[in-house]
C-alpha cells in the first residue's frame, strides 16, 4: 500500500490539534494500529512531511498493522468488521469504533437500525465477536437486521491515543468511570447518531452499565437514544461475593505498585497474583470464577482465544473508585480523600451521589442479570430495581437467568437463545423497523 504523509487537523471543543495520518484513496489511516476512518467535518488534512503530537513520530506505531484477531475476524466472517472508526472525547482521548453495517447474507446496508455496544471492565470491543458467528452479539444483532457500533474504551488497545498526551504519561491515566460516562460515552453515541441520523440502542456489560445508568440519569443524549439493554448491570456492589475479595485484591495492587495504568498484563502483576496465590487462604485455582461466579456455560476454546486478547488495561484510579461503591454501598462521584481536594473538584467536601432513579421513566429499559454472578448480585440488583420502582412498567422488562455468572451474558455458548433473543425482542418492541421485522433472529 502506498501512502501519503498527512497532518490531520483534529477539533476537540474550540481547539484544533495537528495529528499526524495517512491517506489513502477515501479513507485515512491513523498511527498505531492503523485504525481507518473516513473523512468527515471534524477533520482535514493537507500534505505534510512533518509530525506533530505525542507518540506519533515512533516508526514503528507508523508501521504498525490491524491487530491479527480483528483481521481474522474480518476473513472470516462474512459481512465482519468493517474499517475502525476516529472518535475524539472532549477531554481529548482518541477512540476507536468498529462497526458490522450487514449480517452474513449482505443486503441492504441502509436504513437499518443502529446498535452501540459497550464493553465492560478489563475488556474492549473484542468482546461481542469473539465467539463463533452464531454466539456472537455483535454478529448476531447483524444478522438481525440491525447496524451494529462496537466501542472501544480510553486505554484499551485500539484506543490508546490522546490529542496531547502519551500513554505513559501519569496524567493520561487520570480518569475513572465518571469520566467514562462523562466524555466517552457521549462522543461514541454522537458519533453513530451524526453518522446514521437515526436513534440508536444501546446495549452495555458491567462496567458498560454503570455508563450507561450514570450518564442518562443526568438526562443527556436520552434524545439519541431509543432503548437500552444492560447485561449483568453495576451499579450497587455491597452485597456482592467477589467484591471482599476484589476490594482487597485491587486495593492491594493499586497501593502496593502505585503505577496510573492496571495493566493485568504486566510482568508486575502477573507476579504479584502468583505469590498471592501460594497463600493459604486464597484459592486461585480458578481466578475467573473466583472474580466473576460460576460461569455455566463457558466455551473453553473461547475463552483460550479471549484470554489471548484480554484482559486490557485500565487505570488504576479506576479500580480504586469501584473499591469506594463497595465501602460506601452509594453510587459517588471519584472520592479524592480530602475534604480539601474534593470541595476544589466538586464545591463540596464529599463527592456528589448519582441518582439512577433520575434516568427518565419512559426510556425503555431491559435489565438481565444472573443468579451466580459475582459481580452483579442479586440483592445488589434488587436495590437498583427499588431505585427504578418508579419507571413505567411498560418501560421496564427485567430477565433474571437463574444459572448465569458474569461472563455467560457475553461469552456463554447458549446466550443466543437465552439472553441475546430476548434482547432483540425487546428493541423490536420499542422501535419498528420493517429492516428489523422482516429478517430472521
Known sequence: MVSIDYICELKVGNTIYPIRCFKNSNLTTFGEDNLSV?????????????VFG???????????????????????KNGGLDDMAI????????????????????????????????????????????NSPDESLGMILADSGFDVW????????????????NPTYSEYWDWTWDELAEYDLPAVIDFVFNQTGKK?????????????????????????????????????????????????L?????????????????????????????????????LVSMLSGPNCCLNGSTINLVMEHEPQSTATKNLKHFTQIVHDGQIRKYDYGSMVLNMLKYGQTTPPVYDVSA????????????????????????????KLKLHDPDKLSVQFVKEYAHLDFIFAVNAKDVVYSQVIEFFRKHHRSSDIQNASC
Open 250 to 286: 485491587l486495593t492491594r495492587i493499586a497501593i502496593s505498585f502505585g503505577l496510573p495504568e492496571f495493566n493485568p498484563r504486566s510482568r508486575m502483576v502477573i507476579d504479584y497474583l502468583q505469590g498471592l496465590c501460594t497463600q493459604k487462604q486464597y484459592n486461585c485455582y480458578d
Open 87 to 130: 472518535v475524539i472525547t472532549d477531554d481529548g482521548y482518541i477512540l476507536s469504533m468498529q462497526r458490522i453495517p450487514q449480517g452474513r447474507a449482505g443486503g441492504n446496508v441502509n436504513n437499518k437500525q443502529p446498535v452501540l455496544l459497550q464493553h465492560g471492565i478489563l475488556a474492549d470491543g473484542y468482546t461481542w465477536v469473539s
Open 54 to 76: 505525542p507518540n506519533l513520530n515512533d516508526q514503528a506505531h507508523q508501521e504498525r498493522q490491524v491487530s491479527p484477531n480483528i483481521k481474522s475476524l474480518e476473513k472470516t
Open 150 to 165: 462496537i466501542a472501544n474504551g480510553r486505554g484499551t488497545k485500539h484506543s490508546r491515543r490522546h490529542v496531547t498526551l
Open 359 to 386: 434516568i427518565p421513566n419512559n426510556l425503555p429499559l431491559l435489565l438481565s442479570y444472573g443468579g451466580f454472578d459475582a459481580l452483579s448480585d442479586v440483592e445488589d440488583v434488587q436495590i437498583l430495581l427499588d
Open 38 to 50: 473516513g473523512l468527515d467535518n471534524s477533520l482535514s488534512c493537507h500534505s505534510n512531511k512533518e
Open 200 to 248: 440508536l440502542d444501546y446495549v452495555g456489560h458491567s462496567q458498560g452499565t454503570l455508563m450507561a445508568m450514570l450518564l442518562f440519569s443526568q438526562r443527556k443524549q436520552i434524545d439519541k437514544v431509543n432503548a437500552v439493554a444492560l447485561l449483568s448491570p453495576i451499579a450497587y456492589m455491597t452485597n456482592a461475593p467477589a467484591t471482599l475479595v476484589a476490594k482487597f
